[in-house]
């Protein structure tokens, strides 16, 4: 009999331990899992953000440039940045993310900078800010796309930064182009 109620208190014991184990695991792998969610809703959050003030810098181009090459730039803006913004969106609603059209109070000032100019001025504005732009953007895609958890989104930040890069080397050829007419 004492050899009974020794194997059911050692049955007991063993057992306990391990449930602590497996619900310490299990809350660790929440948090872990939280974190990731919290990494890509920010992502969404930000890419949104800055394609929605690529999509109205690139309408504003379009409206004050007397420049073909920047009126053509501020085209493939608003198409390029209204494609992957949907794809976003789509992204966001599905994870139940909740997000805005509006742009951040940063965003508006650098676009109430921009409205506010004209001709050449406005021209290398806006140049500038696309270049401050497309790197930060470039970026935060690199950084989902090497350390995102949800595959979905790695996968669409993977797909956006040749996209990224292009309008990059673009704004920059036309930097130069502007700078070499300027000499």
Excluded: C, W
């Excluded at 497996?22 to 969404?44: M, S, W, Y």
């Excluded at 940045?81 to 000032?109: C, F, I, P, W």
């Amino acid at each position: 009999m004492k050899k009974f109620i020794l194997s059911v208190a050692l049955l007991l014991a063993t057992t306990t331990a391990f449930a602590q184990r497996t619900e310490t695991a299990k809350t660790q792998t929440q948090q872990t899992a939280q974190k990731g969610t919290e990494q890509d809703r920010l992502f969404v959050m930000k890419a949104l953000e800055g394609g929605n003030a690529e999509i109205k810098k690139g309408a504003l181009a379009r409206s004050k440039s007397k420049n073909t090459e920047i009126v053509k730039y501020g085209d493939m803006m608003e198409n390029d940045h209204h494609s992957v913004n949907g794809k976003l969106k789509q992204a966001a609603q599905q994870r139940g993310y909740k997000v805005s059209d509006q742009l951040t109070a940063e965003a508006q000032k650098m676009y109430s900078t921009l409205d506010k100019m004209e001709g050449e001025a406005f021209d290398r504005e806006f140049v500038n800010q696309m270049i401050a732009d497309h790197r930060q953007a470039i970026e935060l895609f690199k950084q989902q796309a090497a350390n995102g958890t949800d595959q979905e989104l790695k996968t669409l930040a993977t797909n956006a930064l040749p996209t990224l890069e292009t309008h990059l080397r673009e704004i920059e050829r036309l930097q130069a182009t502007m700078n070499n007419r300027k000499n």
